[in-house]
């Protein structure tokens, strides 16, 4: 149909972008770990060498940060590497919330480290006696930190985007903070080193706490909000029932539920359809609404689809009425007083708006008076609503 919406052609869709294999994403995820490990390997020994020799106390609680940067990458790489399993038996939705563990822990050792810089920098500050007066040596090496690390996460987040990946997404902002953290160093050693100021030192240590803190809690937060199933955010939720809205055969669509594993949704829907349709075609129609759902939006991988005939939050439910069997043997008696019984191929039942509906197929033509002893006798049944008669006509 010429006004349904076309999930390539409409504006309010988001553009699909390239799906990756399990073993391409993390081969991507490898790598760019991997070249985090190298550089963090050889900025952390700089850092703290530097920081040793420029008696700089910043610089080496930045080291000490770059360390747990490293530390961070290994549970990056052992994360990624499980995720990348396929589903089995025991987890059958896959197992990329194996990720967001991961980024939790990444957080929580965000946060231990930040507790553990700024309680040595106040114990410094606390006792005067023991602070340091840095030199000129470790403003290069905060300035050489600062080139490094912000090309981390210029790297990951490529990377990240690439593949959506939350996980590379938060050790990118993990480097990001070093980069600015980095740059608190090199104004608090830049200023202390100048004017003579060695408390200054410390009081860039604890900025460089507060900042790594901070973007550990917001790891630990974001990651918690996707491990108890919170949706993903409203203004994608109201593209993608939009979408299926306007699909062929979908009437309405009166319930959607999301909810994040890894960098894939996995979605359930209720949509509502003409109340009369067959098995077959309700089938069909959930399928066409599962296929062109995940062409449009790549990063739903999982979609359930419920089809119902009517709005079941607004109408009566039927789940007090009487089964085919309970409704049958009471049925039969009046199908009898009609003498069509031996004609009747079939008969459907509609279960609508607290009733059932019933269609009678017969086999061949039927005189009015039977069809009409045939109806009223149906209709003895309170739980019966309308009734409609087919003759197979020779």
């Not at 703290?48 to 747990?68: C, P, R």
């Not at 980095?182 to 030192?201: H, I, Y």
């Not at 006798?377 to 019966?384: A, P």
């Amino acid at each position: 149909m010429a006004d349904k919406l076309d999930p390539v052609e409409s504006e309010s869709v988001v553009k699909p972008t390239k799906h990756y294999s399990k073993q391409e994403r993390y081969d991507e995820t490898r790598n760019v770990t991997l070249t985090g490990i190298v550089v963090n390997v050889l900025l952390s020994v700089a850092q703290l060498v530097g920081g040793v020799v420029a008696s700089s106390q910043a610089l080496i609680a930045d080291g000490l940060h770059t360390l747990s940067d490293l530390a961070s990458d290994f549970v990056v790489l052992f994360a990624a590497k499980l995720a990348s399993k396929d589903a089995d038996d025991d987890h059958p939705y896959g197992h990329e919330r194996i990720e967001t563990v991961a980024t939790v822990i990444l957080g929580l050792a965000l946060a231990g480290v930040a507790v553990g810089i700024a309680m040595n920098a106040v114990e410094r500050l606390m006792h005067p006696e023991n602070l340091l007066q840095p030199t000129l040596l470790a403003v290069v090496f905060a300035l050489f930190a600062i080139v490094a690390k912000e090309g981390l996460y210029q790297y990951t987040t490529y990377i990240a985007e690439k593949i959506d990946s939350n996980l590379l997404r938060a050790n990118a902002w993990h480097h990001r903070s070093d980069a600015m953290s980095s740059l608190m160093v090199a104004v608090g050693v830049s200023t202390s080193v100048f004017f003579q100021v060695p408390w200054l030192d410390a009081i860039a240590a604890i900025l460089v706490a507060v900042m790594i803190f901070y973007m550990g809690a917001r790891l630990i937060l974001d990651s918690t909000m996707e491990l108890v199933d919170t949706s993903v955010d409203l203004d994608k939720v109201a593209k993608i029932k939009a979408f299926i809205s306007e699909l062929e055969g979908v009437e309405s669509l009166h319930l959607l539920r999301t909810r994040k594993m890894g960098s894939k949704v996995l979605a359930d829907v209720h949509i509502q359809v003409n109340s009369f349709l067959s098995v077959s075609e309700g089938h069909y129609i959930a399928e066409n609404v599962i296929t062109k759902t995940a062409k449009a939006f790549p990063e739903m991988t999982d979609i359930t689809v419920h089809i119902d005939p009517e709005d079941d939050e607004a109408c009566s439910l039927c789940t007090e009425l009487p089964s085919r069997n309970q409704l049958m043997s009471e049925l039969y008696p009046h199908l009898q007083e009609s003498g069509l019984t031996k004609r009747i191929e079939n008969i459907a039942l509609h279960y609508i708006g607290g009733k059932v509906d019933v269609e009678i197929y017969l086999a061949s033509e039927a005189t009015k008076e039977q069809t009409a002893v045939l109806v009223s006798g149906c209709k003895k049944c309170e739980v019966v609503g309308d009734v409609f008669v087919y003759q197979k006509i020779v």
